[in-house]
């Protein structure tokens, strides 16, 4: 069975600084994908970045970059110059190459403080 | 680009009633769009996954018979719940994917259900 995990239930960071979300998996497929989400209150699911597991160049957008240690089964967030409006409820998520559905971890309530 | 929208937003209905919820690809042909159900706090819990024309797969513990899915054309899905239930109030959120955009899903933004 595909599993994800995030061991870490809530985290704070000060704005400005630095934070790493943790997210370990298991899949016996060797090509897969990994992705992190953000809900924020709204509610509404925002795509923060995507890691084809076939690259071995770790996936950045902006602020956002990803450890993925493939051998670990290891996929973390990490958020640079965090601010205010990355307040939010972040999931990793795996997608299965069966019928492409996405498996959640059970997901990090990360705040920023002022 | 790849915008889903849901409706309603939100719905209040009392026992013993079924309501259906919209899922809608604006601007792409969703070639396969996913349920899930969400309760506070918790992560989402996927309910079903539907391709056009064709039955929805339900996953393990969710109620076919209960939670009926028609993927009718490639840009809507519906989600009816029957004989609803308080213990079925939620958030309930549909996802949609293309074929040939990508590996991701595209989200909308989720129908507050209440039971009362």
């Known amino acids: 069975a595909q599993t994800v995990t995030q061991s870490q239930p809530e985290m704070s960071v000060q704005e400005a600084e630095t934070v790493t979300l943790s997210c370990t998996y298991d899949t016996s497929e060797n090509n897969y994908y990994l992705f992190w989400y953000k809900q924020p209150p709204s509610r509404q699911m925002i795509l923060v970045i995507r890691q084809e597991a076939y690259k071995q160049q770790n996936a950045t957008e902006n602020r956002f970059s990803v450890n993925f240690q493939k051998a670990a089964k290891s996929f973390s967030l990490k958020i640079s110059d965090s601010q205010l409006g990355d307040t939010a409820m972040y999931f990793c998520a795996l997608r299965s190459n069966q019928g492409g559905k996405l498996i959640f971890g059970q997901g990090t309530e990360l705040s920023v403080k002022p | 680009g790849a915008v889903v929208s849901q409706h309603p937003s939100r719905v209040i209905c009392k026992s013993g009633t079924s309501v259906k919820i919209e899922c809608r690809s604006l601007d792409f042909q969703a070639t396969t769009m996913f349920w899930y159900r969400q309760f506070p706090k918790q992560s989402l819990m996927l309910m079903a996954t539907?391709?056009?024309?064709?039955?929805?797969?339900?996953e393990q513990g969710v109620e076919k018979d209960k939670f009926l899915i028609n993927h009718a054309s490639l840009t809507l899905s519906t989600l009816t719940v029957t004989s609803a239930h308080p213990e079925d109030s939620s958030f309930y959120i549909c996802?949609?994917?293309?074929?040939?955009?990508?590996?991701?899903?595209?989200f909308g933004p989720g129908t507050r259900l209440t039971v009362t």
């Open positions: 539907s391709n056009e024309g064709s039955k929805a797969t339900y």
């Open positions: 996802s949609a994917h293309q074929g040939n955009r990508g590996h991701e899903q595209y």
